[in-house]
Nanobody, 130 residues
Framework: VQLVESGGDLVQPGGSLRLSCAASGFTFDDYAMSWVRQAPGKGLEWVAVINWNGGTTITAESMKGRFTISRDNAKNTLYLQMHNLKSEDTAVYYC????????????????????????WGQGTQVTVSS
């Protein structure tokens, strides 16, 4: 399994970015996929999940309306479109392969850990600053 993120950049507050995650080594459209981020000095934070065919998406409340997860199964690629970026969105963004096809959200009472997902990419840095 290989997950390769791209698209991270330095952007001004209020700006937009689209992250991509190229997947290989497994049957992409058999699995739900997620985005998870880690801000400097903080733990992992779940961002969004999409089911196997893109028919169901769930986004964290704090990012709803600004972030959109999507996928192109023909291209084996996962996306995260981000608008109206804020300084608190500064983080390394990871794509992660879920264990099943259905979009599931992590338990809000527990911290997200590496073992919550099958595989992870290496991450892409998003910095929001003027």
């Amino acid at each position: 399994v290989q997950l390769v993120e791209s698209g991270g950049d330095l952007v001004q507050p209020g700006g937009s970015l689209r992250l991509s995650c190229a997947a290989s080594g497994f049957t992409f459209d058999d699995y739900a996929m997620s985005w998870v981020r880690q801000a400097p000095g903080k733990g992992l934070e779940w961002v969004a999940v999409i089911n196997w065919n893109g028919g169901t998406t769930i986004t964290a409340e704090s990012m709803k309306g600004r972030f959109t997860i999507s996928r192109d199964n023909a291209k084996n690629t996962l996306y995260l479109q981000m608008h109206n970026l804020k300084s608190e969105d500064t983080a390394v963004y990871y794509c992660a392969k879920d264990r099943g096809a259905i979009a599931l959200t992590p338990d809000p009472k527990k911290e997200v850990t590496v073992s919550d997902y099958d595989s992870w990419g290496q991450g892409t840095q998003v910095t929001v600053s003027s």
